[in-house]
C-alpha cells in the first residue's frame, strides 16, 4: 500500500501549480498554432480572453466535478462521493469504497476526454480565442486527474481508494473491504 497526499504539503502543492501555470501557458501557445493551420481564429484582446477564460473554466470546473460525480456513481453501484474544498480547490472524494485500476482510470479521465470533446465541438462551430483560453486552464486543471493517476503505473496495483486526505493505492486486495466495488 502506498498513498499520494499532493494537498496536505503547501510546498509541494505551490510546485504542482506551478507546473500546471506552466502547462497552461505551453497549451495556449500550441493550440493557436494547431488552430491557425487548420482555421482563421477570431482574435479578441487578452483581457477578453483572460476574462471569458477564467468564466469559461468556472463552468467548465463545475461541469468537470460533476462529471466525477456521475462516474463514481456509476463505478460504485450508486455510493454516492461527497465534496470538499480544500485548499481553495472543490473536489469530488468517494471514501471508504474501492475501486479496480480500470475504474479508477475512467473516472479520471472521464472529464477530459468529455470536456475536451465539447470544447473542440464549440471551437468548430465559434473559433473565438478565449475557447482556447478555456480549454488550456481546464488541460491545466486536469494535471491534478493525471497527477492522482501516477501510481497506476506501478503494474502491482490492484484496487485504489479516493479518500479525503488522498489516494491510496493497495498492492493486494485487503482482508476486508468496507465496500469493494465488482
Not at 9 to 30: P, R
Not at 31 to 40: G, N, R, V
Not at 143 to 155: P, V
Request: with cysteine.
Amino acid at each position: 500500500m502506498f498513498k499520494i497526499e499532493l494537498l496536505s504539503s503547501k510546498k509541494a502543492l505551490e510546485g504542482f501549480m506551478l507546473f500546471q501555470f506552466t502547462i497552461v501557458m505551453i497549451s495556449i501557445l500550441l493550440f493557436y498554432k494547431l488552430a491557425y493551420t487548420f482555421t482563421h481564429i477570431i482574435e479578441q484582446n487578452i483581457l477578453f480572453n483572460v476574462l471569458y477564460g477564467v468564466a469559461g473554466f468556472a463552468i467548465v470546473y463545475v461541469l468537470h466535478e460533476f462529471i466525477h460525480n456521475i462516474m463514481f456513481r456509476l463505478l460504485s453501484k450508486g455510493n454516492k462521493p461527497t465534496y470538499r474544498i480544500r485548499s481553495g480547490m472543490f473536489t469530488t472524494h468517494m471514501p471508504n469504497v474501492y475501486f479496480k485500476k480500470w475504474q479508477y482510470i475512467t473516472i479520471m479521465l472521464a472529464p477530459l476526454v468529455i470536456v475536451t470533446t465539447i470544447l473542440l465541438i464549440l471551437f468548430s462551430l465559434f473559433t473565438l480565442s478565449s475557447i482556447i483560453f478555456i480549454a488550456s486552464f481546464h488541460i491545466g486543471y486536469c494535471l491534478l486527474d493525471m497527477y492522482f493517476l501516477s501510481g497506476i503505473f506501478n503494474g502491482k496495483v490492484k484496487y485504489i481508494e479516493d479518500t479525503e486526505e488522498g489516494i491510496i493505492f493497495y498492492l493486494q486486495s485487503p482482508a476486508q473491504f468496507p465496500a469493494e466495488v465488482e
